[in-house]
T-cell receptor
């Protein structure tokens, strides 16, 4: 069964600190992996998209890594800001055209002063 | 350029009532989709469309209808609302690269 598991479920960090969010998946055959940021009461916003051949991709203070062999990805946030408080969702796409995207349940990050 | 626009943002219905959630995009994207987001669950695909006149079912299509008469618009219809359809609904376009702001629906 295609699944995406994220950890931790929630995380609280101090402003200015770094953090890493984890994503493990069993989706096959793999096409791409995405990370989204979802602010409370808003729609998800795409942060990064990585294909099989990419193992690192950055978007400002956000850096995503992908290990297609172990089927793991991480999202590293550097020098966190209060505005980083949000849910971060890992999404995996399969190569089969009829297989929908598989969404993780998200990690809720709270950055406090 | 408004991106993906959803209306209404909030709606309360009684069981058995019908309504339509509107979704419009001004980016000329062929692919559009509808998702629902429930507490403790990932987003789940309801219906999607790869272009005007073409729609298909996702994971959880029961109780919902869609149509795609133009590239810009992709409305989601609830013909007879049920409490199980209480959720937040998101419309997306361009392979889920762009999401609307969501429509929060409560069915009493």
């Amino acid at each position: 069964k295609n699944q995406v598991e994220q950890s931790p479920q929630s995380l609280i960090i101090l402003e200015g600190k770094n953090c890493t969010l984890q994503c493990n998946y069993t989706v096959s055959p793999f096409s791409n992996l995405r990370w989204y940021k979802q602010d409370t009461g808003r729609g998800p916003v795409s942060l990064t998209i990585m294909t099989f051949s990419e193992n690192t991709k950055s978007n400002g203070r956000y850096t995503a890594t992908l290990d297609a062999d172990t089927k793991q990805s991480s999202l590293h946030i550097t020098a966190s800001q209060l505005s980083d408080s949000a849910s971060y969702i890992c999404v995996v796409s399969a190569k089969s055209g009829n297989t929908p995207l598989v969404f993780g349940k998200g990690t809720r990050l709270s950055v406090i002063a | 350029n408004a991106g993906v626009t959803q209306t209404p943002k909030f709606q309360v219905l009684k069981t058995g009532q019908s309504m339509t959630l509107q979704c419009a995009q001004d980016m000329n994207h062929e692919y559009m989709s509808w998702y629902r987001q429930d507490p403790g669950m990932g987003l789940r695909l309801i219906h999607y469309s790869v272009g005007a006149g073409i729609t298909d079912q996702g994971e959880v299509p029961n109780g919902y209808n869609v149509s795609r008469s133009t590239t810009e618009d992709f409305p989601l219809r609830l013909l007879s609302a049920a409490p199980s359809q209480t959720s937040v609904y998101f419309c997306a376009s361009m392979g889920e690269l762009f999401f609307g702001e969501g429509s929060r629906l409560t069915v009493l």
